[in-house]
């Protein structure tokens, strides 16, 4: 029977008891004598290690560059001969391990399961329980929130029949199953996952050209989960924590294609300013995939005079703005290899990483902002992870005290400790790819990375792209963390672009099947812009709340897009829901992904809830029906939520006196810890920062103001902040100064 996972694992040790067999054999698989050592990581993981021997040695397993730099703990246990059964005690995990087939159960001292492992003796096929709840994760793309049923080959990038709804497949080897278990492949890195059927299968496919990608070693970390958040303070403490983005990431970042020159540049960023519509970032793509981009071909690191004519005078005139530049830039060599900082020569070859970023240098110098890495489907995992890494360490070479940002359509496990963000790729504009791309962003944050986009209206357009769903499209990525417009005809993926019914260049690869210029009677829409203004100025006015859980996410890996799962892992439907989101703890996010609606029916978990929109109430634990107009994405907020709300800005460092808007969802007790920093440098990892916490008591009607222990004394603290009661119109106007302060109401 099924059993919510705080019942099954909540405060439980772990013991373990041993019997050694009389007769004992040599571990093979696929022929080859074999060590199988077992690693305590910590109090909740397991690492099964399957050690081939070369002349009586064991073959190590290479750490780098996917598992976290760290001092890794010495096995508990290795076993070479095995007849029977034997049963072993480590610190916190119960071991009964079988010979013929070699078999690994895994449980605790109260007799729950964690999990069962057989690996066949010919293939090194793992053999795994599903369970019946759902099981999540596996990285980004592919079918389905809930994984089971799906044989997955975790072959990666665009694959045929897929991408266009689903978009690129980034396969990470991370399972996660809702009873309380989670299982990170680490080697072989060319493994097939089938969830067809009871068991599940972990398929090494062999390629003796590629020693990490041979069966063997066999490297699994098996994570036994008290609680849901559990599995991404595990897998953030095996592969790495995120590192913090500079803030201005958060903000709206608009894309350009095609450019007729110089002049559209700097209009096209003055009409931003001038409309007053909040953005941050602007990109620009590289000529090759557009006919006039920012460079002079593929893989070209040099200004196209034809658009970028005097870059340096067009880089300080958007900077005088206030818009941060990011550049587009791909073809990168299969064989990346090196590390910084090395001094080598032109013999080293261009796929050296020094040689590699030196011609990144001049545009760096110029002023450019961060970098737009894309393709990279051909590079095998460890050139894709060599890529994110040195946009990383690069940067940071160049600019030691200003925080890295890149965007990449590759990655891998391990990638969110290089800052790299990851999108989903050349999707089609499409209705099923919005429907898709709900559960392929949960999915994507619970096992791959916290930060994680979509381009705004789909890539390559279609007949489906009408301004209905660029506006849908566009309130979903108000709640990404990437939030981005970017495709093909680029001149409505701007918000005012459907005002003049313009559709730009025309961009439209007609042999790719499917894809066709919008219909010119429905691209002359006037209602987008002012709803994008809407949830643009939202997403600025939240940037508080966001900057906050984006900082969690970098402490303990929890996703900013969050499974309500997470949160709610005995309320069954909220397990299995995969239309909807928490937006950090407190926000469900329920996008709207059907043409026409009028309504959006959604699954409230067990909590009190309010209508973002008209603060109405409800009780959880039901499902309920908003009705919705064009302008109406359904968001709701748990009763004892402390959100603050800044003033409407057009980027993130406009400077403002306006104070800092508390709003307190009364009905429950709660509390908030506000997290700020400067948003640029790395301070913050010397702790310099403030973090301000606040606690609502229901029963009094009191809200606490004070510093928390992690704030920073030298830190300013001084802040005027407008405290609001919801529901009803109670609101207090105070000045902290960093004492301890409490409001009544």
């Given amino acids: 029977m099924t059993k919510p996972i705080h019942n099954l694992f909540a405060g439980s040790t772990f013991v373990l008891m041993l019997a050694i067999p009389l007769i004992c054999s040599q571990i093979q698989i696929g022929g080859r004598p074999v060590v199988l050592t077992i690693t305590e990581v910590s109090p909740w993981t397991l690492r099964l290690t399957l050690h081939p021997l070369e002349s009586g040695n064991p073959q190590p397993v290479m750490e780098e560059p996917i598992l976290a730099p760290r001092e890794w703990p010495s096995p508990q246990l290795e076993i070479s001969d095995l007849t029977g059964l034997r049963s072993h005690a480590l610190k916190s995990f119960a071991l009964t391990i079988g010979a013929d087939p070699l078999t690994v159960k895994i449980s605790r001292s109260d007799g729950q399961p964690v999990q069962s492992l057989t690996i066949d003796s010919l293939t090194a096929a793992v053999k795994f329980v599903i369970g019946d709840g759902p099981v999540l994760g596996s990285g980004g793309g592919g079918r389905g929130f809930d994984r089971r049923g799906i044989f997955d080959d975790m072959s990666k990038g665009h694959r045929s029949g897929e991408y266009q709804i ?3 497949r980034v396969p990470i080897p991370f399972l996660i199953g809702t009873q309380g278990w989670a299982i990170f492949v680490h080697r072989p890195y060319n493994a097939a996952i089938d969830l067809r059927r009871e068991p599940g299968r972990i398929i090494p496919r062999p390629e003796p050209e590629i020693p990490k990608e041979e069966a063997l070693p066999l490297d699994l970390f098996v994570i036994s989960l008290d609680s849901p958040a559990r599995a991404a303070a595990e897998y953030a403490a095996v592969t790495g924590m995120p590192v913090m983005p500079p803030k201005w990431a958060l903000g709206y970042q608009q894309s350009h294609r095609t450019l007729s020159g110089p002049q559209e540049v700097l209009e096209d960023a003055a009409t931003f300013r001038r409309k007053q519509l909040p953005c941050d970032v602007l990109i620009y793509l590289g000529t090759g995939y557009c006919p006039a981009g920012w460079n002079t071909g593929h893989g070209s690191l040099d200004f196209n005079p034809a658009t970028f004519r005097r870059p340096q005078e067009i880089l300080d005139r958007l900077h005088d703005m206030n818009f941060k530049i990011i550049l587009h830039k791909n073809r990168a060599p299969v064989t990346l290899h090196g590390q910084f900082p090395e001094d080598v020569g032109p013999e080293a070859g261009e796929d050296h990483v020094a ?73 089609f504009s499409l209705w099923d790819t919005l429907t898709a791309h709900v559960p392929v962003g949960i999915n994507f944050s619970l096992s791959a990375s916290p930060f994680w986009g979509t381009d705004i209206g789909g890539f390559s357009p279609t007949k489906e792209l009408t301004g209905e769903l660029y506006v849908r499209w566009f ?30 260049p025309d961009e439209v690869v007609r042999r790719h099947a499917g894809t066709a210029a919008p219909d010119p009677a429905v691209v002359h829409n006037p209602a987008v812009e002012p709803i994008c203004r809407q949830y643009m100025e939202l997403r600025y006015r939240l940037l508080p709340y966001t900057y906050t859980i984006t900082r ?50 959604v699954y409230l978990p067990h909590d009190i809830w309010y209508d973002f929109w008209g603060n109405r109430r409800y009780a959880g634990g039901e499902t309920v029906t908003r009705y919705i107009d064009l302008a109406t994405m359904p968001l709701f907020v748990r009763a004892g939520a402390i959100i603050p709300f800044g003033p409407v800005i057009q980027f993130v460092d406009q400077p403002t006196d306006e104070p800092i808007e508390i709003s307190v969802y009364s009905g429950a007790d709660g509390s908030f810890v506000l997290y700020e920093d400067d948003g640029v440098s790395l301070a913050h990892t010397k702790g310099k920062a403030a973090w301000t916490r606040f606690t609502w008591s229901d029963a009094d009607r009191a809200l606490t103001i004070e510093p928390d222990s992690r704030s920073d004394p030298g830190m300013p ?29």
């Fill in 166 to 168: 689903f978009g690129s």
């Fill in 355 to 427: 040689n590699y970023w030196k011609r990144h240098l001049p545009a760096l110098t110029m002023g450019v902002d961060g970098w737009w890495p894309d393709d990279g489907d051909n590079l095998p995992i460890d050139s894709r992870m060599t890529r994110h890494m040195i946009y990383f360490k690069g940067s940071l070479l160049a600019r030691p005290d200003v925080r890295p940002w890149s965007l990449h359509r590759t990655g891998y496990a391990g990638m969110q400790r290089y800052g790299g963000w990851v999108w989903s790729g050349d999707v």
């Fill in 475 to 504: 309130q979903f990525a108000a709640f990404n963390p990437l939030f981005r417009s970017h495709g093909r005809m680029w001149y409505l993926r701007r918000p005012w672009g459907w005002n003049t019914g313009d559709l730009g």
């Fill in 552 to 601: 969690e996410a970098c402490d303990t890996g929890m996703p900013l897009m969050r499974a309500l799962w997470l949160h709610y892992p005995d309320d069954p439907q909220a397990v299995a829901c995969g239309d909807a989101y928490l937006w950090g703890r407190d926000i469900l996010v329920a996008p709207v992904t059907e043409p026409g609606a009028s309504r959006r029916t």
């Fill in 717 to 745: 603290h001084t802040r005027a902040f407008r405290v609001r009661i919801i529901p009803g119109r109670d609101t207090q106007e105070v000045k902290y100064s960093g004492q301890k302060l409490v409001i009544r109401f």
